[in-house]
């Protein structure tokens, strides 16, 4: 069987009305796999202006907002007319890229018809409570989660970290290695801008720590803001730049005085936004895999992550950054300071993690997942 044979029903619960890493890597998949023949269509929630344009042919599903982070939206499943659009597409893989309610039916409707599934995880959604005083809950999302993969023939998980972490969990034992890629025309230390950085008071001596992504609580917010508290305890020189728009963000300028925001960027904006940053900081322990991580790698930034999935199969601790595995603010500050401090080591460290970025081709990750799906329908034929 070759890719081309390939006929894929791909469901998510956010395929191009928010933008984030999950969403662009299932987009690049798609995009890939019609380059090599393959026929693919989408199942997700739409909105009438989605943040980008879709890869391959998108079925709206029905949804509602999420209480509380209304510019999220919760799928209702799958009503009869999209059940007969996936039969009349006649799927032979069945991929689902979130544990939504339209994923669970999907799910059964692939077993009812002996189609395989392949399963993808692209954050560890069993985290998230924590950020809000519900930590309790974790036990049992983790639970919920096993039952769902347990229903699918394969997982793929973005970094060897997760798919350990998975495998602890109980989740599966078949679960492959999805990685993701850095679009070097994009993201690459030449896109440094001291001019741009001197508008935003950024002098050429300063040096920048860097936050890229939503501004949701789960992404470590409260982490970031009371490491730069303890840096600035410590009299350790710098200046901070946060990149991206979120919900949270009137509490990030609130407990970040001083912070400069510069927004939402994308495209040759974030690479050049990115780049003109002097260190990495990325706190959170939800990523399975962290593209910003390996984006600011590529760019020459030396990192500082939580030792969690993700950056953990990113980060050569002590070689292209520091990993700090009890992620108190405290750690994170003694890990920092040095880079702003040393500009030999900053700059080592960030060059060796640009090369270690080149080794993150899109086409041949892209390639290991449709590999998976041949092997997943072929061992369903025997």
Same mark, same amino acid.
């Given at each position: 069987?070759?890719?081309?044979?390939?006929?894929?029903?791909?469901?998510?619960?956010?395929?191009?009305?928010?933008?984030?890493?999950?969403?662009?890597?299932?987009?690049? !998949?798609?995009?890939?796999?019609? $380059?090599?023949?393959?026929?693919? &269509?989408? %199942?997700?929630?739409?909105?009438? /202006? *989605?943040?980008?344009?879709?890869?391959?042919?998108?079925?709206?599903?029905?949804?509602?907002?999420?209480?509380?982070?209304?510019?999220?939206?919760?799928?209702?499943?799958?009503?009869?007319?999209?059940?007969?659009?996936?039969?009349?597409?006649?799927?032979?893989?069945?991929?689902?890229?979130?544990?939504?309610?339209?994923?669970?039916?999907?799910?059964?409707?692939?077993?009812?018809?002996?189609?395989?599934? !392949?399963?993808?995880?692209?954050? $560890?959604?069993?985290?998230?409570? &924590?950020? %809000?005083?519900?930590?309790?809950? /974790? *036990?049992?999302?983790?639970?919920?989660?096993?039952?769902?993969?347990?229903?699918?023939?394969?997982?793929?998980?973005?970094?060897?970290?997760?798919?350990?972490?998975?495998?602890?969990?109980?989740?599966?034992?078949?679960?492959?290695?999805?990685?993701?890629?850095?679009?070097?025309?994009?993201?690459?230390?030449?896109?440094?801008?001291?001019?741009?950085?001197?508008?935003?008071?950024?002098?050429?001596?300063?040096?920048?720590?860097?936050?890229?992504?939503?501004?949701?609580?789960?992404?470590?917010?409260?982490?970031?803001?009371?490491?730069?508290?303890?840096?600035?305890?410590?009299?350790?020189?710098?200046?901070?730049?946060?990149?991206?728009?979120?919900?949270?963000?009137?509490?990030?300028?609130?407990?970040?005085?001083?912070?400069?925001?510069?927004?939402?960027?994308?495209?040759?904006?974030?690479?050049?936004?990115?780049?003109?940053?002097?260190?990495?900081?990325?706190?959170?322990?939800?990523?399975?895999?962290?593209?910003?991580?390996?984006?600011?790698?590529?760019?020459?930034?030396?990192?500082?992550?939580?030792?969690?999935?993700?950056?953990?199969?990113?980060?050569?601790?002590?070689?292209?950054?520091?990993?700090?595995?009890?992620?108190?603010?405290?750690?994170?500050?003694?890990?920092?300071?040095?880079?702003?401090?040393?500009?030999?080591?900053?700059?080592?460290?960030?060059?060796?993690?640009?090369?270690?970025?080149?080794?993150?081709?899109?086409?041949?990750?892209?390639?290991?997942?449709?590999?998976?799906?041949?092997?997943?329908?072929?061992?369903?034929?025997?």
């Amino acid at each position: 069987m070759q890719t081309s044979d390939l006929r894929i029903a791909l469901f998510s619960g956010n395929y191009n009305y928010v933008r984030d890493g999950a969403n662009q890597a299932l987009n690049r !998949l798609v995009e890939y796999l019609l $380059r090599q023949g393959a026929s693919v &269509r989408v %199942y997700a929630p739409t909105v009438d /202006e *989605p943040a980008f344009e879709p890869q391959g042919d998108l079925v709206s599903v029905p949804s509602v907002p999420i209480p509380g982070r209304s510019e999220f939206r919760f799928p209702l499943g799958l009503p009869k007319s999209v059940r007969d659009d996936i039969a009349n597409f006649d799927p032979n893989i069945i991929h689902v890229a979130s544990p939504d309610v339209s994923s669970h039916r999907a799910v059964s409707w692939a077993r009812e018809h002996d189609i395989p599934i !392949l399963a993808s995880v692209h954050t $560890r959604f069993e985290t998230y409570p &924590r950020y %809000y005083g519900l930590g309790f809950t /974790e *036990p049992w999302l983790e639970a919920i989660l096993r039952r769902f993969y347990h229903r699918c023939d394969g997982l793929v998980a973005p970094s060897e970290s997760q798919i350990e972490t998975l495998r602890e969990q109980g989740m599966h034992d078949d679960i492959s290695i999805w990685s993701r890629g850095v679009d070097r025309t994009v993201f690459a230390s030449q896109k440094r801008d001291l001019e741009w950085r001197r508008k935003l008071g950024i002098e050429d001596d300063d040096v920048a720590i860097v936050f890229l992504g939503r501004l949701v609580m789960e992404k470590g917010l409260d982490v970031f803001a009371e490491t730069i508290v303890q840096l600035r305890k410590k009299q350790v020189p710098h200046k901070v730049m946060v990149i991206g728009e979120g919900p949270a963000r009137k509490w990030f300028e609130k407990n970040l005085p001083g912070g400069i925001f510069v927004g939402f960027q994308t495209g040759p904006d974030l690479g050049r936004a990115l780049a003109s940053g002097d260190i990495f900081f990325n706190p959170s322990v939800t990523e399975t895999f962290g593209n910003v991580t390996l984006e600011a790698m590529a760019c020459g930034l030396p990192v500082v992550a939580a030792g969690a999935t993700g950056s953990s199969s990113l980060v050569n601790d002590g070689a292209t950054g520091r990993l700090v595995p009890h992620g108190s603010p405290e750690n994170f500050a003694e890990a920092i300071a040095p880079y702003c401090q040393d500009n030999a080591l900053r700059k080592e460290h960030g060059d060796a993690g640009e090369k270690r970025s080149l080794d993150f081709s899109w086409d041949a990750i892209n390639q290991a997942v449709a590999d998976t799906y041949v092997r997943l329908i072929e061992a369903r034929k025997t």
